[in-house]
Nanobody, 118 residues
């Protein structure tokens, strides 16, 4: 089992920056990939960025060059968001993927609201 708790959301003006954090606990050594997803009202949850246990990163095209995903050795995951746009307004979720024998397990945080005003 993995528990995830996000923090750092809030209200920011367009062009501003925010840092999201996610604290992972539990069976953290079993995590293969961590990531950030977001979901706006009436829309499907979408991938924002992922980072593997080896440090390889991937980004959605819409955030590439503006957002940076990172993690530290103490099971913290971060998303540095810069040059924010109103369309970045969403609930942001932290995710942990554990690849098991014959089954993958996805764990989610409770989400943190990010609102970007124009």
């Amino acid at each position: 089992q993995v528990q995830l708790v996000e923090s750092g959301g809030g209200l920011v003006q367009a062009g501003g920056s925010l840092l999201l954090s996610c604290a992972a606990s539990g069976s953290i050594l079993s995590i293969n990939v961590m990531g950030w997803y977001r979901q706006a009202p009436g829309k499907q949850r979408e991938l924002v960025a992922t980072i593997t246990s080896g440090g390889a990163t991937e980004y959605a095209a819409s955030v590439k060059g503006r957002f940076t995903i990172s993690k530290n050795a103490k099971s913290m995951l971060y998303l540095q968001m810069s040059s924010l746009k109103p369309e970045d307004t969403s609930v942001y979720f932290c995710n942990a993927l554990v690849v098991g024998r014959g089954a993958d397990y996805n764990y989610w945080g409770q989400g943190t609201q990010v609102t970007v005003s124009s």
